[in-house]
């Protein structure tokens, strides 16, 4: 069964860094796009970031470029999101998704572009 947990949300005040991280199991992602969405409250989930497969490339919302940074270590079929300099407005549900077998140059950015879907974890940042 092919899952992804993430992990690492919490309440952060402005300023502040959370790391998050998401696990992968049931199969191999070393070879899947892996991005990270959110969804605030009343609003459609949005794009925030994606590694690609080699983890060498990454693109970014230009909301949160320069201040998170996602990464991902293959061997430990885990993908990170380094959220730097938290603002109020960064406050909602993050996910991370796969890309099934992916390893185009490829900045994929709509959720229905993803195979698989981890729960969520949220990220409240107090002002």
């Known amino acids: 069964q092919v899952q992804l947990v993430e992990s690492g949300g919490g309440l952060v005040q402005a300023g502040g860094s959370l790391r998050l991280s998401c696990a992968a199991s049931?199969?191999?992602?070393?070879?899947?796009?892996m991005g990270w969405f959110r969804q605030a409250p009343g609003k459609e989930r949005e794009f925030v970031a994606v590694?690609?497969?080699?983890?060498?490339?990454?693109y970014y919302a230009d909301s949160v470029k320069g201040r998170f940074t996602a990464s991902r270590d293959n061997v430990k079929n885990t993908v990170y999101l380094q959220m730097n300099s938290l603002k109020p407005e960064d406050t909602a549900v993050y996910y991370c998704?796969?890309?099934?077998?992916?390893?185009?140059?490829?900045?994929?950015?709509?959720?229905?572009?993803?195979?698989?879907w981890g729960q969520g974890t949220q990220v409240t940042v107090s002002s």
């Open positions: 590694v690609l497969w080699s983890g060498g490339v990454t």
């Open positions: 998704a796969a890309r099934g077998l992916d390893r185009s140059l490829i900045f994929y950015q709509r959720p229905r572009e993803y195979d698989y």
């Open positions: 049931g199969r191999t992602f070393s070879n899947d796009a």
